[in-house]
């Protein structure tokens, strides 16, 4: 079992910049790969941005550039720095975990962009 507890959303202006955090814990020896998946109102769950063990990152074409992803072992902890953030980036932002086959998932932090 792998918990996620993600932080850091909030209200910003466009243009602005967010850092958003998960904290994970359990069986993070199983974790193979660590990602960020967002939901906007009315559409479905996309991925963000993904890492995996060997630091190899993937994002959505809607993000690149703006948005890093990266990971903190020592302090179990994956980050989503959002930077030039546009009110389309608003939605709930979710951890995700794969481990031993499985997905896990948190209870997600949402992210306003708005002025």
């Known amino acids: 079992q792998v918990q996620l507890v993600e932080s850091g959303g909030g209200l910003v202006q466009p243009g602005g910049s967010l850092r958003l955090s998960c904290a994970y814990s359990?069986?993070?020896?199983?974790?193979?790969?660590m990602g960020w998946y967002r939901q906007a109102p009315g559409k479905q769950r996309e991925l963000v941005a993904r890492?995996?063990?060997?630091?190899?990152?993937n994002y959505a074409e809607s993000v690149k550039g703006r948005f890093t992803i990266s990971r903190d072992n020592g302090k179990n902890t994956v980050y989503l720095q959002m930077n030039s953030l546009k009110p389309e980036d608003t939605a709930v932002y979710y951890c995700?975990?794969?481990?031993?086959?499985?997905?896990?998932w948190g209870k997600g932090t949402l992210v306003t962009v708005s002025s």
């Open positions: 890492i995996t063990n060997s630091g190899i990152t």
């Open positions: 995700n975990a794969g481990a031993s086959g499985m997905n896990y």
């Open positions: 359990g069986t993070i020896f199983s974790i193979y790969a």
